[in-house]
């Protein structure tokens, strides 16, 4: 699972949640592919993602001083180099093992093999 991906991902569907969002992170394994770098895709990611739950996710995979610990204000007056950084943990890294936690019920949802499974039976939604 891609930590892009992980930004969007909320547990509001659970029964009693209101906001779910975002899962707490925690993880096992996680393995760094290279996926080729594009500044402008990149700068399109960051303007629709929340960079709090970003912070939350470099700081599960212990890369949290990859970034600034506060938004930038303007993505487009970043560096290439500044970007790559943003590019390098939202697509290039993929958690292969963990848990995604809900914040209001702290129901446990596994990820393995890459794949998180956010499926609960009726008598836990």
Not at 49 to 71: F, G, H, M, T, W
Not at 88 to 117: Q, R, Y
Request: net charge negative; aromatic share 8%.
């Amino acid at each position: 699972m891609k930590l892009f991906v992980h930004n969007f991902m909320s547990s509001r569907f659970l029964k009693n949640v209101t906001v779910g969002y975002p899962l707490e992170l925690t993880v096992k394994q996680f393995v760094e592919k290279d996926i080729e770098f594009d500044r402008e895709n990149t700068i399109v990611m960051l303007d629709k993602i929340q960079y709090e739950a970003l912070l939350v996710a470099a700081a599960a995979i212990n890369q949290s001083d990859r970034i600034p610990a506060e938004k930038p204000s303007k993505w487009d007056e970043l560096s290439d180099d500044q970007l790559r950084q943003f590019h390098h943990l939202l697509m290039n890294i993929d958690v292969i093992d963990g848990e995604l936690v809900c914040p209001e019920t702290k129901t446990v949802f596994p990820i393995k093999d890459g794949i998180p499974n956010m499926l609960k039976v009726d008598a836990e939604k």
